[in-house]
């Protein structure tokens, strides 16, 4: 499993359940009084397509900043993986020169 794939799902898992629960249609139905009253039916909507606007907008924010968290997080983990990847790499250069020296030495005719 990718090390990245960890700290992406801590973030994300416990926002799941409140995405589903917005997700899920709350808009008000068309009654049978709305024959009458047209617009104050049109203007209840509207008011709630705006409050769901706005919370979808409030949501949006919190998970850029959860996304932002997430990605410096990664980047943290990138630098941590990357110089414990330097020091085998430098060792076993290390090792190829030495080995290769010792290899020209014996094939050397004395």
């Known amino acids: 499993m990718p090390a990245w794939l960890i700290p992406a799902l ?3 898992l416990p926002h799941v ?3 589903i629960s917005v997700a899920v249609p709350a808009f008000t139905k068309k009654r049978a009084d709305a024959a009458e009253n047209p617009t104050s039916l049109q ?3 509207i008011a709630e397509l705006q409050a769901a606007a ?3 907008a409030k949501h949006i924010r919190e998970l850029a900043e959860q996304l932002q ?3 410096n ?4 983990a990138a630098a941590i993986a990357e110089a414990r990847y330097r020091r085998p790499t430098v ?3 290390i090792a ?3 080995s290769s020296i010792a290899l020209g030495i014996t094939l050397i005719p004395v």
């Open 10 to 12: 801590k973030a994300v």
């Open 17 to 19: 359940g409140t995405i």
């Open 43 to 45: 203007q209840e909507q």
């Open 54 to 56: 706005s919370q979808n």
């Open 69 to 71: 968290v997430t990605v």
């Open 73 to 76: 997080a990664l980047e943290k």
């Open 91 to 93: 060792l076993s250069v």
């Open 96 to 98: 190829i020169v030495l």
